[in-house]
Every structure is written in structure tokens, then in C-alpha cells.
């Protein structure tokens, strides 16, 4: 795990659940040249295409999920002025109600903030080697992706 | 010989999380196939559904070049996030 002391970059896959309050605490200490902080958190929900949700399986491609993470937020920094950059994504079984993903971003102002997290968090989608197992009404399967998902993506290509 | 290994759906549809294939020089992803379907025909239709793969996790197109050693990997679309 990078942390912020030595990097603006954090990158963390971890099975272990994260708190929103301690990684904006990390955020902001020392940095006293951004004004704004954008956080996104995502967590399991209870329903997804109209049934009942008990939980998710995650897997990844233990590598190359943090070499394309550090790909995504590298295009980000060039797009936008950017100070500090977390991205952490849990990995294994997740009950409904637990954090699945947190990316966070500093900024001088918000405009830049807003735009970097939201990037970062769209382009994790559609090119971070994740896969979601779902466990609906007692039977597994693995969840198909989404068109909209790589619309969205596509949307901020110049 | 390249490793090739294989991700959620996939890995379970094939029953195999990884595997070793000889490829002749110049090859490339579309060769790398080949060779597993060789190997193992049963994995044809696996093989027809919407995948993606990557080179030394890199995402690549089918007509990127593989070299021996090279780390080669095919899962379904990503659902993270």
C-alpha cells in the first residue's frame, strides 16, 4: 500500500473494509494547497435488476488491477490539476450494506475535484480487472457488464 | 511458451484457472487461441462469447502480438466498481 506521505497516489485492493473518515483524514494532512476534496464511496445494495440481493463475490487479476488503476489515475492527472489521488476496492465476500470501492481526490479548486473523481470512478468500470459474483434469491452468478457503464466511460474522450 | 490464465466466468466455464502453450514466432492473441482450442476443442464455444484479454496486464486486441514468456490472460467484461 502507497501512502501519501511518500506519494500523491494511494492504491489499495485489500479484503478488509476502509473508513471514509480516516482516508479523508489522509487527504488532508499536510495539504494545505488544495481547497477541495471529492470522495466517492460505493457499497452492496440489497436489489439490482429488480431482485433481491444477499451479497457479492469479488474477484480481480491481482497485478494488473493496480497496474490499470495507476493507468486511469496517471490520465486523470493529465487531464485535470490534481493533488492527492485514493483509490481502494475491496476484494472477496460482501454482505448488503458494506463498502465495495472508495476514490478519493484533492484539488485546488472543486471543479478539477469533481471532474478527477468522477473520471477515475467511470473509466475503474469499465477497465479494472473486477469481476462481481452475485448471490440472488440463494442461486450465484456472475454479473454481466453494462452498456451504460461503458457509455458513460466513453463520454469523456475528447 | 507463453502462461495464459483465466478469469471469473471464464475460469469457471473452462475449469481452469491457468495454462501453458507453445506458440511459433510471429505470433499473435488470435494464435494464442488457437493453440488452447487445440489443446482442449470443448472450449470453443468459451471461446466465441464476448471476452477481453491482456498482454503482461495490458488490455489488447486479438491481433497484438504474444512472444514467449509473456503472460497472456482472457476474462469476461469487467463488473467492478
Known sequence: ?158 | MIKVLFFAALREQLGSEQITVPVAKPATIADVIDALLAIHPQWQSAFTQSLLCAVNQNMVSRDHPVNAGDEVAFFPPVTGG
Open chain 1, 1 to 158: 500500500m502507497v501512502k501519501h506521505e511518500n506519494s500523491a497516489i494511494k492504491i489499495a485492493i485489500q479484503t478488509a473494509d476502509f473508513s471514509l473518515s480516516d482516508e479523508v483524514n489522509l487527504l488532508e494532512a499536510q495539504n494545505e494547497e488544495d481547497g477541495a476534496v471529492v470522495t466517492f464511496s460505493g457499497r452492496v445494495r440489497n436489489n439490482n435488476l429488480g431482485k433481491k440481493v444477499s451479497g457479492l463475490f469479488l474477484e480481480h487479476y491481482p497485478g494488473m488491477t493496480e497496474k490499470s488503476l495507476h493507468n486511469i489515475i496517471e490520465q486523470a492527472q493529465k487531464k485535470w490539476q490534481l493533488g492527492r489521488v485514493t483509490v481502494i476496492h475491496r476484494i472477496g465476500q460482501l454482505t448488503v450494506g458494506e463498502q465495495i470501492v472508495f476514490v478519493g481526490v484533492t484539488s485546488k479548486h472543486r471543479q478539477d475535484a469533481f471532474a478527477g473523481c468522477e473520471f477515475i470512478m467511470d473509466y475503474l468500470k469499465v477497465s479494472a480487472p473486477f469481476w462481481k459474483k452475485e448471490l440472488s434469491e440463494g442461486v450465484e452468478n456472475w454479473l454481466e457488464a453494462k452498456q451504460s457503464d461503458e457509455i458513460k466511460a466513453k463520454q469523456w474522450q475528447p
